[in-house]
């Protein structure tokens, strides 16, 4: 899946909210895009934040937030058809329609679309749905806006990744990854005969089926020239599986006896189990906002409380003795409450100075109970109160030339795997994060140019182990001690007439000052072998990224994008070890762009994208394990991405 790092920090420690509701997961944390496809066409607004956000930005603000705003009402009606086709058979087709301000005051908005793709993985299918609807009144001093989006996915499974051997075409490493993994013959040919786009799954509905609806009503009321009150309610239901063929599984690993036909005593058997998922997930999010000359002031806060049932069912057994229809083996619910209240002032004292604080209190109510897929048995409960502070001030000299400075507190829970995978006897323990941020922004003539400098210090950071859980999420482990250390440098404008720069890059030192890893020997039994590190890496966490567009605008309507990034060796996992690594890479893509109005019909907008233009062999993220069996074993994965590829692309609006 679909995963934003930022400075490092782990996909799941990024906060995104919608229109200020918390979209992350309450259990995993993670942010699953693919419940949400095409979600940018209704999208206006996107507004990152590094580092510890303000409370504005949501309750979770750890290592970013990323606020999206969808579609404000317009004053005319609209509509809007585009289609794309691209490589890998991939098409996508989306239809939007508004009506503008009826009478002053109404406004109807509306989107559909629809995404296929074969995928670069070979058998990884998509097959992606979605819808946006909004209904809205407003007048002078009131909004009530009624909004609900809703996706629906099926796509085929390829999270197990591709053994580095099959990267490199190493034979004899693949015969070995095969035997260390007890793959059958067929399960080997396929690993022997396939190339970068190796998928381990074979079963052809190895997919994953899920929808995801949300609903969300807004209330914002001007209550006078100073004063204005916002209410958010908001509503998700979530629900699917994703279906697993299991061979020659044994039948007491889904609490069976062994089957027993006349003389004959069956112990394993070949089936397929569907791992369900059903949650529901609502709460408030509100605030009040004084905003005079020289003070603004926000109060606010937010209650969610989320509902979650993991169970598991067998629907089709080769030795079905003993097994009923759906027969469900595993099952556990989780309970999410959280709530906070946050008090955040802005205080102009002069005209080149703002100083402002923010403080909030975070109270997290978990609970999580019953038997695993594993048939282990769980029982979890946790409450955390967490006092997040953060201060800032800025000075502007001059008014193309802004100083700022800020420090701030925030805290982290565990994700319900931090604790169901945590090993036996841990506990795992929340992350704490002083934020400390040193930066100018500069316009000088046509050009602007941020700097940013960043020191992150972690008490107990939940940092990625290099491994994954049965069901593809990373595993982490709590460093008692570590931090991140950066500079950030953003700049925009023009290069020469009609060719514009925006560009931005960061060197980060991200380390673990003292980390114990820990093996396992499997040789004569189950041992524990613990190796100290100390000063090293984070797992993915490169030390130099860059990225640009630069973009040429010529003739009449035309413009041509060259788009590049750059991301540097990172580790995989904390040991800093160059045999598990993630090599860097450089991507670069081009886009085409015409675009022109035509009378009685519309704008038009065509543009043509090819994708790793150079080609490039690169795999964007990975994992790794190792343990002992008679000797040391490693195994590294990856997710290779597409060599060159285009999308070609076509829209009329009027």
């Known amino acids: 899946y679909t995963g934003i790092r930022v400075r490092g920090s782990d996909p799941t420690r990024t906060n995104i909210t919608i229109n200020g509701v918390p979209v992350n997961d309450p259990e995993s944390q993670a942010v699953f895009w693919v419940n949400m496809p095409d ?56 239809v939007e329609l508004g009506t503008g301000l009826l009478g002053g005051h109404w406004a ?73 993994n007890g793959l059958t013959p067929e399960q080997t040919t396929n690993l022997l005969e396939s190339g970068r786009t190796y998928n ?18 807004y209330l914002s009321r001007e209550l006078n020239d100073r004063w204005r009150v916002n209410t958010t309610l908001h509503y998700t239901k979530g629900r699917g599986y994703f279906e697993q063929f299991r061979n020659q599984d044994d039948r007491s690993d889904y609490g069976l006896a062994p089957a027993i036909y006349g003389k004959d005593t069956i112990a394993t058997t070949d089936l397929v189990r569907r791992r369900w998922l059903d949650n529901d997930f609502a709460g408030v999010v509100a605030n009040l906002r004084y905003e005079a000359t020289r003070w603004n002031v926000h109060l606010g806060g937010a209650w969610n409380t989320y509902l979650g049932d993991h169970f598991g069912r067998i629907i089709w057994a080769e030795v079905a003795q003993g097994i009923g229809p759906d027969q469900e083996y595993y099952a556990g619910d989780g309970e999410k409450r959280d709530g906070n209240l946050f008090l955040k002032a802005d205080w102009t004292p002069a005209p080149a100075w703002r100083l402002f604080v923010d403080a909030q209190v975070r109270q997290v109510n978990y609970q999580t109970s019953g038997v695993d897929n594993d048939l282990r048995a769980y029982d979890v ?14 000075w502007s000299p001059q008014p193309r030339w802004q100083v700022y400075a800020s420090a701030a507190v925030a805290h982290r829970e565990p994700s319900r795997s931090d604790y169901i995978d945590a090993p036996a006897g841990a506990f795992p323990r929340p992350e704490r994060m002083v934020d400390m941020e040193l930066g100018s922004r500069i316009a000088l003539s046509a050009w602007q140019l941020n700097l940013n400098g960043y020191w992150m210090d972690y008490t107990d950071q939940l940092v990625p182990t290099g491994a994954l859980n049965d069901v593809g999420a ?36 991200n380390r673990i000052r ?38 040429w605008t010529f003739l009449h309507g035309w ?7 750059y991301v540097s060796e990172q580790y995989l996992d904390n040991t800093a070890s160059k045999d598990r690594s993630l090599p860097a890479w450089w991507v670069n893509d081009l886009q085409l762009r015409w675009s022109r109005h035509l009378p009685r019909i519309g704008d038009l907008t065509v543009r043509f994208q090819v994708n790793n233009v150079l080609d490039e062999a690169y795999s964007s993220n990975g994992y790794t394990y190792s343990y002992v069996y008679d000797h040391p074993v490693t195994e590294n994965f990856y997710y290779p991405q597409a060599g060159r590829n285009w999308l070609l692309g076509i829209q009329l609006t009027w």
């Open 39 to 94: 979600l940018a066409s209704s999208v206006d607004q996107v507004q990152v934040q590094r580092g510890a956000g303000t409370s504005t930005n949501g309750a979770g603000a750890f290592g970013a937030t990323i606020n999206m705003q969808t579609r404000t009402l317009r004053s005319e009606p609209y509509a809007s058809l585009s289609s794309t086709l691209g490589s890998f058979n991939t098409r996508r087709a989306t």
């Open 514 to 551: 003292a980390f114990e890893e820990v093996i396992y020997d499997y040789t004569s039994g189950f041992e524990e072998i613990r190796i100290p590190h100390r000063d090293v890496d984070i797992a993915f966490s490169p030390g130099l990224v860059y990225s640009h567009q630069l973009a």
């Open 381 to 394: 409960r946790d409450h955390q109160v967490f006092f997040n502070p953060k201060a800032g001030v800025t």
């Open 474 to 509: 990373t595993l982490k482990v709590n460093v008692p001690d570590s931090y991140r250390l950066g500079l950030e440098v953003q700049a925009e404008g023009p290069v020469v007439a009609d060719v514009y720069y925006q560009g931005s890059v960061g060197w980060s030192r």
């Open 200 to 217: 381990y799954y074979q079963y052809r509905d190895e997919v994953d089926q899920y929808g995801q609806d949300n609903l969300q009503l």
């Open 559 to 565: 413009s041509l994008t060259w788009m590049s990034q």
């Open 108 to 180: 109807l908005d509306g989107r559909w679309s629809a995404i296929d793709s074969d995928g670069y993985i070979d058998r990884a299918t998509a097959r992606l749905r979605s819808w946006y609807g909004s209904i809205a009144w407003q007048d002078s001093r009131t909004l009530i806006r009624l909004l609900a989006f809703s996706g629906r996915e099926r796509t085929y499974q390829s999270w197990w990744g591709t053994p580095q051997s099959r990267l490199e075409n190493d034979v004899e490493g693949m015969l070995a990854h095969a035997a260390n």
